[in-house]
Structure formats: structure tokens, C-alpha cells
């Protein structure tokens, strides 16, 4: 009986991190959506609410480019990337993800990923031109959303995760 369960956990062990990583996709995509429904809802378009004094503020806009809105005549070749881009973490992030951490980092930036170009696919103007809805501002930086936090995140833990790797194989090398 112990060998079963215990064949069934060799078996069962390499999806572990799948399913975190498309869980976490899911719940910031999620809560993305959510979000940006909410804003969309409660905000005015350009009239900044102070949230946290100036230091944090909701301001409603819909950005059809970038981070800071560069690229805005490029909507459509952002879509086209953001759909190889989400492409590329699922058919091939996904399958290799070995560790937890890795599973988190994917997870969020997937979730990113697809919740910014679910605003590119289904807004408007239209299909792959659609602008993504941003509304968190803070001092001195673009206005940005769940997802751009979930990308950003991503990035950051990616480039730790590089390091504490790199460490451990320096170690196991010596």
C-alpha cells in the first residue's frame, strides 16, 4: 500500500509547481480585472483621488502604449508581443518549472501578462488595439496596474532567483 502512495507522489510531484505557478496566473489576473471594473466604475477619467496623501493616488486612465505611455502608436505590435510572451511562459516556462520560487515568479508573470493584454484584446479602441486600464500613481512615476505589479514583481524575483541559484550551483560545483 505505502509503495502506491508513494508512486503516486513521484507522480504527482512535478505538477506541485505547475499548478502554483497557473493559481497565482490566475489570481492576478483575477484580481486585475477585478480591479480595473472597480476603478472603471469609480474613477473619473485624469481626476487623481488621493489615497495615501499625495504619496499614493487612483488615477484613472486608459493607455494604449507602454510604462509612461512610450510606444502608444505601437498598440498592435505590443498586443502581438504580449500574446508571444504569454505564449512563451506557458508552453515553455510551465513545463520547467522545478522549485516553488520559480512557480511564483512565473505565476505572476503570466497573470501580468495576460491580464494587460486581455485590456489589448477586448477594449477598446478594438481587438489588439485595445488600451489597458491603469489607475494606481504614485510621485514621480507611471500610472500603473495589478498586473504591471505583477510583471514588476516577476522581474525582481526572477533576478534574485538568479543569484540564489547561481550560489548554490557555485556551491555544488566545489
Do not use: Y
Amino acid at each position: 500500500m505505502c509503495e502506491v502512495q508513494a508512486a503516486r507522489g513521484a507522480a504527482l510531484k512535478p505538477w506541485g509547481p505547475r499548478l502554483i505557478a497557473a493559481g497565482i496566473a490566475l489570481a492576478v489576473l483575477g484580481v486585475d480585472q477585478v480591479t480595473k471594473a472597480v476603478a472603471i466604475e469609480r474613477l473619473e477619467p485624469g481626476q487623481p483621488v488621493n489615497i495615501v496623501g499625495e504619496v499614493l493616488r487612483f488615477t484613472l486612465i486608459s493607455n494604449p502604449g507602454a510604462a509612461f505611455g512610450m510606444g502608444s502608436g505601437f498598440t498592435v505590435v505590443l498586443t502581438v508581443i504580449a500574446i508571444l510572451a504569454l505564449l512563451a511562459c506557458v508552453v515553455v516556462g510551465l513545463p520547467r518549472v522545478r522549485r516553488p520560487s520559480e512557480a511564483v515568479a512565473l505565476g505572476l508573470l503570466t497573470g501580468g501578462i495576460a491580464g494587460n493584454l486581455h485590456d489589448r484584446l477586448l477594449r477598446e479602441p478594438g481587438p489588439l488595439r485595445g488600451h489597458v486600464i491603469d489607475f494606481f500613481q504614485l510621485p514621480n512615476f507611471a500610472i500603473f496596474n495589478v498586473a504591471d505589479i505583477g510583471i514588476t514583481s516577476a522581474a525582481g524575483l526572477i533576478i534574485l532567483l538568479s543569484f540564489t541559484h547561481e550560489k548554490q550551483r557555485t556551491a555544488g560545483a566545489a
